[in-house]
């Protein structure tokens, strides 16, 4: 491990996304403030690349923009204060590039999440992983308030090979740091959903193509 720099302007860095032009260069959110850093990871330098109100927190709710991903030179983003998913162009240097584009603000509380190759987001809030297209349709895709199937749900990444690239990966805290405490507590776990092997129908529920099961304990790993 070594020190790459000290963000002494940085007052909150969550969410991290490297520039897809320019592996050097990556783009850290900073909740706090609300704006958008560019970190240099070879000499230490950085700037203020994004600063919108759209990443801004609230009096309510002290954070901003927390998780950010970059796919196709579009920004990604989610806001804790808002409950606002959105994504706006940029240039390959990180910087606005167009106006921003909210997705959602529909209450998800979304912290955590993950883009496909089609642009849908997969966003971890609380006992729910959300799902969010291209045209705004917010649905729960896995669980719901009261799920203990991805009880306390923290993050999603999607599978980096030929074989899980559609794998959606799902890490929990199972409960632990819900309050008040649940009956049940899983602790943490890491789950598997296959996303191409799951269509979403309401209430909370899922079904799996090909299958008869239709309930939210059905994860298909």
Same mark, same amino acid.
């Given at each position: 491990m070594s020190l790459i720099a000290n963000l002494t302007k940085v007052v909150l860095p969550d969410g991290v996304a490297t520039l897809p032009h320019d592996p050097s260069v990556v783009l850290v959110a900073d909740a706090a403030q609300g704006v958008i850093w560019r970190v240099n990871t070879d000499n230490g330098r950085y700037d203020m690349a994004i600063d919108d109100s759209s990443f801004k927190p609230t009096d309510i709710v002290p954070l901003g923009v927390n998780g950010i991903h970059i796919l196709n030179n579009e920004l990604y983003?989610?806001?804790? *204060?808002?409950?606002?998913?959105?994504?706006? /162009? !940029?240039?390959?240097?990180?910087? @606005?590039?167009? *106006?921003?584009?909210?997705?959602?603000?529909? /209450? !998800?509380?979304?912290?955590?999440? @993950?883009?496909?190759?089609?642009?849908?987001v997969y966003a971890a809030g609380a006992n729910t992983l959300w799902q969010v297209t291209a045209d705004g349709c917010t649905a729960a895709f896995v669980g719901g308030l009261d799920s203990t199937v991805v009880q306390g749900i923290t993050s999603a990444r999607f599978g980096r090979t030929a074989l899980d690239r559609y794998v959606l990966y799902l890490s929990t805290q199972g409960g632990l740091l819900e309050d008040p405490p649940r009956s049940v507590i899983h602790g943490g776990q890491l789950l598997a959903v296959n996303v191409n092997a799951v269509e979403y129908h309401g209430d909370g529920d899922l079904m799996v193509k090909g299958c008869s099961v239709c309930r939210a304990s059905a994860i298909c790993n």
């Open positions: 983003f989610t806001n804790l *204060a808002t409950n606002s998913v959105g994504k706006m /162009a !940029i240039t390959s240097k990180g910087a @606005a590039a167009g *106006a921003i584009q909210v997705l959602t603000t529909k /209450a !998800i509380a979304a912290d955590d999440f @993950a883009v496909s190759d089609n642009g849908i």
